[in-house]
């Protein structure tokens, strides 16, 4: 059995923690694991660590490879595929049955689990024996995952159970999110199940549906790798579930209960949270009730009086919500997108190939970051035009090139990169590195950057 991770999305329905830049699979929301490591552990009960693959976009390639090497320091970028471009989920899927089929020559009937990186589950071992018997049991179907319901949800769609042969239900339909009465009305008739947007099938199972309900992405699917790739942009933009499962007498369908949530929104992170007795400990609450406080920043958030509240903190913005309507999150995105916030979009914690950096003071005479850097990794060798840098480590062991010239600087040691200087910074280090650079002059913007030089192939 192999797995292919899907962690390509960039949703912004848990902003201000979710950005464009640094998507809600990367977060740490509900253990001290960010949601893309959480799925990856979880393959991990069921497979072995080379049959663990990831589908994402150029945006997001380095977050992938930084996040998994950091808890499996052995890990391949040859298990990452690179999407030339988003076009839902559907194309996803095919290109990862094409990279497996063809770079990895897997067996056209060897079983494929596709997950979204974004997902909350926490029960592991409950997860791992369905999946287990959906691999036994699967055949030439299309198994999908359908989750217990616990509520009338509306935020989820749902499918409707057939008869039941063995392990797995026939599909009799697949339903959008419905409204408060007809989410009472499924889950009063016990006939459905929530749409979790889990799938396994083979590849040959799969090319026989793309060609008989798809067959413009299914005539792509034929050429040869390159031209695929060349071509990619052109496919139809469209999910799984609607250009093939909804479609398909192929489908069956195996129960799951396993404390599942997409994470979609801040009433789900706070019942997930809960689930998991995760509580911040850096609330500090009087007379006040069913609050839930997530903070990023470690700040102390303290409550008085107050009841059925969420409250979100971030480094650089604060949403405060009614419990219960967390859904209308979009409609606060609307109004600051209306009104150009740059938070909308941006953070000051940046995460970049070799690591991240914090802003920690900006303004029209100087900047000052936080810089972090992975081990192994380094900056681009580059030159700023209107500014001039100060770097001090704190924690770790940098080589700084300035000029022609290789620094080799310890905690507590600096070093001065006048303005026009082509320099670098290195981490050859087992441990992360940081550093505070102080920036002074008269234009502070990320785009004067000349780079020479980098890894990263951002020249």
């Not at 409550?303 to 309507?325: A, C, F």
């Given at each position: 059995?192999?797995?292919?991770?899907?962690?390509?999305?960039?949703?912004?329905?848990?902003?201000?923690?979710?950005?464009?830049?640094y998507?809600?699979?990367?977060?740490?929301l509900?253990?001290?694991?960010s949601?893309l490591q959480?799925?990856?552990?979880?393959?991990?009960?069921?497979?072995?660590?080379?049959?663990?693959?990831?589908v994402?976009?150029?945006?997001?390639?380095?977050?992938?490879?930084n996040?998994?090497?950091?808890?499996?320091?052995?890990?391949?970028?040859?298990n990452?595929?690179?999407?030339?471009?988003a076009?839902n989920?559907?194309?996803?899927?095919?290109?990862a049955?094409?990279?497996?089929?063809e770079?990895?020559?897997?067996?056209?009937?060897?079983?494929?689990?596709?997950?979204?990186?974004?997902?909350?589950i926490?029960?592991?071992e409950?997860?791992?024996?369905?999946?287990?018997?959906?691999?036994?049991?699967?055949?030439?179907?299309?198994?999908?995952?359908?989750?217990?319901?616990l509520?009338?949800?509306?935020?989820?769609?749902y499918?409707?159970?057939?008869?039941?042969?063995?392990?797995?239900?026939?599909?009799?339909s697949?339903?959008?999110?419905?409204?408060?009465?007809?989410?009472?009305?499924?889950?009063?008739?016990?006939?459905?199940?929530w749409?979790?947007?889990?799938?396994?099938?083979?590849?040959?199972?799969?090319?026989?549906?793309?060609k008989?309900?798809?067959?413009?992405?299914?005539?792509?699917?034929e050429?040869?790798?390159e031209?695929?790739?060349?071509?990619?942009?052109?496919?139809?933009?469209?999910?799984?579930?609607?250009?093939?499962s909804?479609?398909?007498?192929?489908?069956i369908?195996?129960?799951?209960?396993f404390?599942?949530?997409?994470?979609?929104?801040f009433?789900?992170?706070?019942?997930?949270?809960?689930?998991?007795k995760?509580?911040?400990?850096?609330?500090?609450?009087?007379?006040s009730?069913n609050?839930f406080?997530?903070?990023?920043?470690?700040?102390?958030?303290?409550?008085?009086?107050?009841?059925?509240?969420?409250?979100?903190?971030?480094?650089?913005?604060?949403?405060?919500?009614?419990?219960?309507?967390s859904?209308d999150?979009?409609?606060m995105?609307?109004?600051?997108?209306e009104?150009?916030?740059?938070?909308?979009?941006?953070?000051?914690?940046?995460?970049r190939?070799w690591?991240?950096?914090?802003?920690?003071?900006?303004?029209p005479?100087?900047?000052?970051?936080?810089?972090?850097?992975?081990?192994?990794?380094k900056?681009?060798?580059?030159?700023?035009?209107?500014?001039?840098?100060?770097?001090?480590?704190?924690?770790?062991?940098?080589?700084?090139?300035v000029?022609?010239?290789?620094?080799?600087?310890?905690?507590?040691?600096?070093t001065?990169i006048?303005?026009?200087?082509?320099?670098?910074?290195?981490n050859?280090?087992?441990?992360?590195?940081?550093?505070?650079?102080?920036?002074t002059?008269?234009?502070?913007g990320?785009?004067?950057?000349k780079?020479?030089?980098?890894?990263?192939?951002?020249?």
């Amino acid at each position: 059995m192999n797995s292919v991770i899907l962690c390509g999305g960039s949703g912004t329905r848990l902003w201000p923690l979710s950005r464009k830049n640094y998507p809600k699979q990367f977060l740490n929301l509900y253990s001290d694991k960010s949601l893309l490591q959480e799925t990856f552990l979880r393959m991990r009960r069921i497979m072995p660590d080379e049959n663990i693959f990831f589908v994402t976009n150029k945006d997001n390639y380095y977050n992938v490879f930084n996040q998994i090497k950091e808890i499996f320091p052995t890990f391949s970028e040859d298990n990452i595929i690179l999407e030339p471009t988003a076009r839902n989920t559907l194309p996803a899927v095919a290109l990862a049955v094409k990279y497996l089929r063809e770079k990895k020559k897997i067996p056209a009937t060897e079983p494929i689990l596709f997950a979204p990186a974004d997902h909350c589950i926490l029960d592991g071992e409950a997860f791992a024996k369905v999946v287990k018997k959906m691999g036994k049991d699967v055949g030439d179907h299309i198994g999908t995952i359908g989750i217990v319901p616990l509520k009338p949800e509306t935020g989820y769609g749902y499918i409707q159970k057939g008869k039941k042969h063995g392990s797995f239900f026939d599909v009799v339909s697949f339903k959008e999110k419905p409204n408060k009465t007809t989410a009472e009305e499924y889950l009063a008739s016990g006939e459905y199940l929530w749409n979790s947007g889990l799938y396994m099938f083979n590849a040959k199972t799969f090319v026989s549906a793309l060609k008989k309900h798809v067959p413009e992405t299914a005539k792509a699917y034929e050429e040869k790798w390159e031209r695929f790739i060349e071509h990619f942009s052109e496919l139809q933009k469209i999910s799984i579930d609607n250009g093939i499962s909804e479609k398909s007498d192929k489908i069956i369908l195996f129960e799951g209960d396993f404390g599942w949530s997409d994470i979609g929104s801040f009433d789900s992170l706070a019942e997930a949270s809960e689930k998991n007795k995760k509580h911040s400990s850096r609330h500090a609450s009087v007379d006040s009730k069913n609050i839930f406080v997530h903070t990023t920043s470690n700040r102390l958030i303290a409550t008085l009086g107050v009841e059925d509240l969420v409250i979100i903190e971030n480094n650089d913005s604060i949403l405060i919500h009614k419990r219960g309507r967390s859904e209308d999150v979009k409609k606060m995105l609307a109004h600051l997108e209306e009104k150009k916030y740059p938070e909308v979009e941006h953070n000051i914690l940046v995460h970049r190939p070799w690591g991240k950096y914090e802003v920690l003071i900006d303004n029209p005479l100087y900047k000052v970051k936080k810089i972090t850097v992975y081990p192994g990794a380094k900056l681009s060798y580059q030159s700023h035009e209107h500014r001039s840098e100060h770097w001090v480590v704190v924690e770790g062991v940098a080589t700084a090139t300035v000029g022609n010239e290789e620094i080799p600087l310890h905690k507590n040691q600096s070093t001065f990169i006048p303005a026009q200087t082509k320099h670098r910074l290195a981490n050859f280090g087992k441990i992360n590195l940081k550093i505070i650079e102080v920036q002074t002059g008269t234009y502070f913007g990320e785009d004067d950057i000349k780079r020479y030089d980098d890894i990263y192939k951002r020249i």
